[in-house]
C-alpha cells in the first residue's frame, strides 16, 4: 500500500479528454461519488440485427424441417439396423472423461486466486521461458547437425532476451491491470458460465449448419437418370453447381454465428466489469449484461462480425483452390494477406467490442473510441496484451498438463475396472493423457478468455474514468495508478 503523504503529490488527468463523462480530481481529494454512465437506448446497428435474425431463423427453419427430413430418410434408406446401444466399457470412457472434465472446472476455478497472488512473478517467468524454449531448441538442433535451424533460434533466443529487458518496466503496469481483472471476474463468478453456455451455443449451431448443408447436398445430387455432367478434371459430378452456391452462404452463415457467439461472451464480460468499476453495488450484473448483449447490442456485435466472417470465408475459399491444386502464388500471397488482415480486424473488433459492453455504443461509434484510445495509449495497451496473453496461455496449457497427468494416473489407480474399455493399461494411459490434456486445455482457455476480455476492460476504464476507481476500488487504483508511474516515470 501507498502512503497518502506521497500520493498526494500527484495529479491524475484522463487520457482521453472528453470522450469521458467524469473530470479529473487530485488523487488525495475525496472524489465526487459518482454515477454509472447510462447505457445508450434502443437496438443499435438495427440493420444488421434484422440481417443476422432473418439468418439464424432461415438456417433453423431449414435445419429443423427439411433437414431433419433428408438425414431420416438417409436414415431409413441405409442398410444399418439403427442400434444405438451403448456398451459398459463406452459408459466407462464417458465417465473418466466426466471426471476430467470436473478436474479441469475446478482447477480452472482455482485460476483467479492464483494469479492475483502471482501476476507479476508469472509474467515474468512466462518471458523466462520463452528464452529457454528456444535457447533449447538452438542447442537441439546443433546437436542434430540443424544448423540454419540453430541460427533460426538463436535469433529468435535473442529477440525474446531484447523483448524482455525492454518490456522490464511495464510488467508492474501489467501486473495490476490483471489482478484487477481477476478480482472482477472474481466478484462476478457466474460470467464464466456464459462462456461455458457460449460452447452449448457453438455445438448448437454447428449441428444446424450440418444439416443444412446435407439438405443442400441432397437437394443438388445430381440422379442416375440425369445426363453426366463432368468436372473441369474430367470426373464426373455428384451434384449440381448450384450446391457450390448454396455452401458458400452457408459457410458464411457458419463463421457469422460462430463470431457473434463468441462476442456475445466478451460484450456481456466488458459490461459486467464496467459495472463493478463504476458500481460495485448493482445486482444482478452478469445477466444485465448479457441481455444488453443479446438484444439492444446485438446489431452491433453481428456488424463486426460479419466483417470478420466474410474475410475467414474468403480466406477460406483461396485455401480451397490452393487444396485443389488451383491456387498458385498469388492466391498463396492472397490468403496470407487476408490472414494478416483477419488478425488485425479481429483485435480491433476486441477492443471495439469493450466499448459495446460498457457504454452501449454503436459499431461504428465504438470503432471511433478504440482508434481515439489507441492514439493515446496505442503501444501500452499492446504490450500490455502481450504480456498478459502469455501468462493465460501458460496457465491454460498447465492446467491442461496437471489434466492430462490425471487422466494418465486413472488406469493406475482403478485396476481392472476399465478393462472393458481396453485391458493395455499403458494405452489407457496415453489414450486419457492426451484425452485429459485437450480438456484441461480447452476448457481453460474459455476461463482465460473471460479473464482476458476483463484485461481490456479495465485498461478502457481506466483510459476512460480513472477517477471513478478510485471511489468504488480504492486500493486497486492506487496500485494501478502506482504501476503506471513505475512503467511511465509521468503522472497518468
Not at 12 to 22: E, F, M, V
Not at 473 to 484: G, I, K, R, S, V
Amino acid at each position: 500500500m501507498y502512503s497518502g503523504h506521497d500520493i498526494e503529490k500527484q495529479q491524475l488527468t484522463a487520457p482521453l479528454t472528453g470522450s469521458s463523462p467524469y473530470q479529473a480530481a487530485p488523487l488525495g481529494a475525496q472524489p465526487k461519488q459518482p454515477e454509472r454512465p447510462a447505457q445508450s437506448s434502443g437496438f443499435r446497428d438495427p440493420i444488421f440485427l434484422l440481417l443476422f435474425v432473418g439468418t439464424v431463423v432461415a438456417m433453423c427453419g431449414v435445419a429443423f424441417t427439411k433437414g431433419v427430413d433428408a438425414v431420416t430418410d438417409a436414415a431409413s434408406s441405409s442398410d444399418t439396423d439403427g442400434s444405438t446401444t451403448i456398451s459398459a466399457g463406452n459408459k466407462k470412457a464417458m465417465g473418466v472423461i466426466a471426471i476430467l472434465c470436473a478436474c479441469s472446472v475446478v482447477l480452472s476455478g482455482m485460476i483467479l486466486s492464483f494469479l492475483m497472488k502471482n501476476a507479476e512473478s508469472l509474467i515474468r517467468t512466462s518471458l523466462y521461458i520463452n528464452i529457454f524454449l528456444t535457447g533449447l531448441f538452438a542447442i537441439v538442433a546443433f546437436v542434430n547437425n540443424q544448423i540454419w535451424v540453430a541460427l533460426v533460434c538463436v535469433l529468435f533466443t535473442a529477440i525474446n532476451y531484447c523483448y524482455m529487458r525492454a518490456v522490464q518496466r511495464r510488467i508492474p503496469f501489467a501486473s495490476a491491470n490483471l489482478k484487477v481483472a481477476c478480482a472482477a471476474i472474481r466478484d462476478h463468478f457466474s460470467v464464466v458460465f456464459v462462456s461455458y453456455l457460449a460452447v452449448l451455443k457453438g455445438v448448437f449451431w454447428s449441428t444446424v449448419v450440418i444439416l443444412v448443408s446435407f439438405y443442400a447436398y441432397k437437394a443438388n445430387e445430381l440422379d442416375d437418370d440425369d445426363e453426366a455432367q463432368y468436372n473441369d478434371d474430367g470426373t464426373e459430378k455428384t451434384v449440381s453447381d448450384n450446391f457450390g452456391t448454396a455452401m458458400f452462404f452457408i459457410m458464411l452463415a457458419m463463421y457469422w454465428g460462430q463470431e457473434v457467439i463468441k462476442n456475445i461472451s466478451h460484450v456481456t464480460t466488458a459490461g459486467t466489469v464496467a459495472s463493478w468499476w463504476y458500481d460495485p453495488s448493482r445486482t444482478n450484473v452478469v445477466s444485465g449484461s448479457y441481455c444488453r448483449a443479446t438484444t439492444t447490442s446485438l446489431g452491433s456485435i453481428a456488424f463486426g462480425s460479419l466483417i470478420v466472417a466474410v474475410i475467414q470465408m474468403l480466406k477460406e475459399m483461396a485455401s480451397s483452390a490452393e487444396r485443389r491444386g488451383e491456387g498458385n502464388i498469388f492466391t498463396c500471397i492472397a490468403r496470407c494477406i487476408l490472414q494478416c488482415i483477419q488478425n488485425i480486424v479481429e483485435y480491433f473488433n476486441r477492443w471495439a467490442f469493450v466499448y459495446v459492453g460498457v457504454y452501449g455504443d454503436s459499431f461504428i461509434a465504438s470503432g471511433k473510441a478504440v482508434f481515439a484510445l489507441f492514439k493515446n495509449r496505442g503501444w501500452t495497451a499492446l504490450i500490455n496484451d502481450n504480456l498478459i496473453q502469455r501468462v493465460l496461455l501458460f496457465m491454460a496449457l498447465t492446467v491442461g498438463c496437471i489434466t492430462g497427468g490425471i487422466g494418465a494416473l486413472i488406469p493406475v489407480i482403478t485396476g481392472d475396472w476399465l478393462n472393458e474399455v481396453n485391458s493395455d493399461v499403458a494405452t489407457l494411459q496415453y489414450t486419457f493423457a492426451a484425452v485429459g490434456f485437450l480438456i484441461g486445455l480447452c476448457l481453460t482457455m474459455i476461463m482465460v478468455s473471460v479473464i482476458d476480455s476483463a484485461v481490456a476492460t479495465v485498461f478502457v476504464c481506466l483510459a476512460e474514468a480513472p477517477n471513478v476507481l478510485e471511489s468504488t476500488h480504492p486500493a486497486y487504483f492506487y496500485d494501478l495508478t502506482a504501476a503506471w508511474r513505475e512503467c511511465h516515470s509521468i503522472v497518468f
